[in-house]
């Protein structure tokens, strides 16, 4: 089965972990949301130049911030972006960039309404 | 485990999960220092203007210009930083860096994403493991001035202040250090009464020996008839016309 666009248990996760603070995790959200597009920017921009590094920078930066929010196929993404980029095999990063954006559209839109929704942690704040 | 608290410096070139580890250790009750890169960090971890030092650093791996890797080499290369635990950041699969970063003296690693419990287990075990160490260091650095008082006693050049701070100690240690200082206070006061006894005994002597050179004069048969003859002589010399025979 493949990884849902959101899983909410991280963001719980993530919720807890800067103590309850739902305006403070809404933030978080909006800079996450934010840094997503300048992040894909950078690896267009990385492979147009053929800079291998920076290539793997935003992939990896991809990997970990989405981890972290929850979006787990963006995340994956993200994961063999930087392993093909670790080989030098940036057409296969290129061949993964077109369905990185779209996901990262699906991730804001469930993203959105999953914190407007409120989130609520395991000691019942939200 | 403890509760410790502590001054803890977050090094990551991403803003959020800065942000993230930031509100996370806040909330557990450390002060934060960031750094965006290896470079800033070093810098942050030389400075000692302010003299609070850091205890713990949380280091991601995956940095622009300086990596994690050359930031824990030149932070254990540090004669002044060694002993500070660093605790590397990493994405649970990355075992390989793991595995590399312990073995160039990480303390541990902290997996991403960030889980409170595990971050508050990981930063305690760490502080905890620096203060025993600090207190091991300080104990080993006052281990060392006993030493060094030991020679300043030989070479007669030792100064009870150099024991301050050892001797107020409530272990085995600070008992060693006053009884040091005791004896030490012991052996000066008898130099002391030694060098009084001798100045009195040269006293004595030089008395002694005057006495003799007075004797070896005022006990020749020279000297006995000279007296006899002094009244007569300063007749004399108050009347030239008395016959000096």
Known sequence: MPDPTLDTAALVDLLETVGDDPEFLAELIDTYLADGPGLLAELRAGLSSGDGAAVRRAAHTLKSTSATFGATRLAALGREMEAAADTGDLAAVASRVETAETEFAAVTIELRATAGAGITSRSGAS | ?245
Request: glycine share 4%; aromatic share 4%.
């Open chain 2, 1 to 245: 485990m403890s509760d410790a608290r502590g001054r803890i410096l977050v090094v990551d070139d991403t803003a959020l999960n800065r942000a993230i580890l930031g509100r996370a250790l806040r909330g557990q009750g450390h002060e934060v220092v960031e750094a965006a890169d290896g470079r800033a960090a070093l810098a942050i971890l030389s400075e000692a203007a302010d003299g609070r030092s850091i205890d713990v650093v949380l280091l991601d791996i995956e940095m622009p210009e300086m990596d994690g890797y050359e930031t824990l080499h030149r932070i254990k290369a540090d004669e002044r930083l060694h002993d500070l635990p660093v605790i590397v950041i990493s994405a649970v699969d990355a075992l390989e860096s793991i595995v590399r970063c312990i073995e160039m003296g990480a303390a541990d690693y902290l997996p991403k994403p960030f889980n409170a419990a595990i971050l508050h287990a990981r930063v305690s075990t760490s502080l905890d493991a620096k203060r025993l160490r600090d207190l091991e260091l300080e104990y080993l650095e006052q281990v060392d001035r006993l030493t060094a008082a030991a020679s300043a006693v030989e070479e007669g050049a030792f100064e009870p202040a150099t024991l301050e701070g050892v001797s107020s100690r409530e272990d085995a240690l600070g008992q060693l250090a006053r009884t040091f200082q005791r004896m030490a206070d012991e052996v000066r006061a008898r130099e002391d009464r030694l060098r009084a006894e001798v100045r009195e005994l040269r006293i004595e002597i030089d008395t002694v020996r005057q006495a003799r050179k007075v004797s070896e004069i005022t006990e020749t048969d020279f000297f006995r008839d000279l007296r006899e003859r002094a009244p007569h002589l300063r007749r004399i010399v108050d009347d030239p016309s008395v016959d000096p025979r």
